[in-house]
């Protein structure tokens, strides 16, 4: 990326925030994904809207990529298909979790992935993480252990612990992402597509199942104008919109700053669950969400400083 002086050219810092605004867009519809999920889904629903999410969306990323899509080899399919089976498991637990706790304690609590991330990372290269990255974390877990108490000190809800095991499944994503030799070079593009391929796959076949919720057809004829808009959202501007925007801001910025911008997802969770979803969280809670937004930031200085 060129560098630019503030003193010799002062109007490309401002072009240069007018292009991170699409991004940080995206974090602020991914903040908002988590009412708006709560707000379409219940806990019989769950597989049905995923199902209709992703079918929305899935056909739109084929065309777009199709080339692209011919392109990739027998390996490289198998690779992106078992991530998607991982995929999908994230956004079972997600929604699952939404569904059993607050639409701002699940942005905060998943949050958490990017203190988990260079966690599992060192340990897997065995190298011990700065003193600085450990004391963010230990910041971070103590606000999510505030966030999660609204009636006194109690084990956090199911919602809570389903929006945890999330993060550290977003995790081993992350991770195995990384390692995949077989995914390695492949466009990004069609790596995503043959994922949430995979992930929808999984819950088709969740959803045929008895015991597992009411059918997709079932649910799409229930709903109604504000849940189809819902489910658009989800679909459209949570899926679609900021998967092209981060294609295209990585190839136009740093990783670095896409992250930073991105890494405010929680914090638009919060706005949008207080804000808009009427959500309260008491004192313990808030101090809880000050401390995690602050770990989260801290440790990412930590991690890229």
Partial sequence: MTSYSLVERPAVPRRAWLGDLPVLAVAV???ASYLAAKGITTAHTVVAVLVLRFSLVLPVLAVAGRQRLRAL?????????????VLGAIFLLETYGVVHTSATNAGLIISLTMIFTPLAEAAVQRKAPPAAFLGAAAVSVAGV??????????VPGLGDLLMLAAALVRTLNVLLTARTEAVRGADPLSLTTVQLGGAVLVFAVLAALPGTGERPWDVALSFGPGQWAGLVFLSVFCTLFAFFVQTWALRRSSPSRVSLLLGTEPLWAAVAGIALGGEHLGAAGLVGAVLVLGGTAWGRRAVAG
């Fill in 145 to 154: 252990a505030l966030l999660t108490q609204q009636g006194g000190f109690t």
């Fill in 29 to 31: 519809v991914w903040g």
């Fill in 73 to 85: 080899t027998a390996r490289q399919l198998r690779g992106a298909g078992l991530l998607g089976l």
